[in-house]
Nanobody, 124 residues
Framework: QVQLVESGGGLVQAGGSLRLSCAASGRTFSRYAMGWFRQGPGKEREFVATIRWSGGSTYYADSVKGRFTISRDNAKNTVYLQMNMLKPEDTAVYYC?????????????????WGQGTQVTVSS
C-alpha cells in the first residue's frame, strides 16, 4: 500500500500562484509515476500532469502547459505541482495519485493509489 497526503490548496486571485505538495509513504518503491488530477464542480476527474519517478519525464494537459510545473524530491518522497497564472477555470479539487506500472499515464483509471484531495479556488 501507498499512502498519499496532499497539501497546499487554498483561495487565490486570478493570476496568482499556489504550490501543491503530495507526500508518499508506504511501499513507495513500487511506483512508476505520480500524477496530479483535478475535478471541478459538476465535471469528471481530469488529467493535469504526471512525472515518471525514474528519469523524471513529465507530461501536461494542454490546458496547463506553460503555467503548471510538476517536480519531485526523491529524498522526501514528495511530488509538487507549482501552479502559476491561475485562472478561475482551474478551480477544482486536486488529487495526487501513484501508478505502479507504465503506459496510459494520462488515464486516471490506470492509477492505483489516490490522496484525499486538496481544494484550489481561484477567484476572478
Amino acid at each position: 500500500q501507498v499512502q498519499l497526503v496532499e497539501s497546499g490548496g487554498g483561495l487565490v486571485q486570478a493570476g496568482g500562484s499556489l504550490r501543491l505538495s503530495c507526500a508518499a509513504s508506504g511501499r513507495t518503491f513500487s511506483r512508476y509515476a505520480m500524477g496530479w488530477f483535478r475535478q471541478g464542480p459538476g465535471k469528471e476527474r481530469e488529467f493535469v500532469a504526471t512525472i515518471r519517478w525514474s528519469g523524471g519525464s513529465t507530461y501536461y494537459a494542454d490546458s496547463v502547459k506553460g503555467r503548471f510545473t510538476i517536480s519531485r524530491d526523491n529524498a522526501k518522497n514528495t511530488v509538487y505541482l507549482q501552479m502559476n497564472m491561475l485562472k478561475p477555470e482551474d478551480t477544482a479539487v486536486y488529487y495526487c495519485a501513484v501508478k505502479k506500472n507504465p503506459f496510459n499515464e494520462l488515464n486516471p483509471d490506470e492509477y492505483d493509489y489516490w490522496g484525499q484531495g486538496t481544494q484550489v479556488t481561484v477567484s476572478s
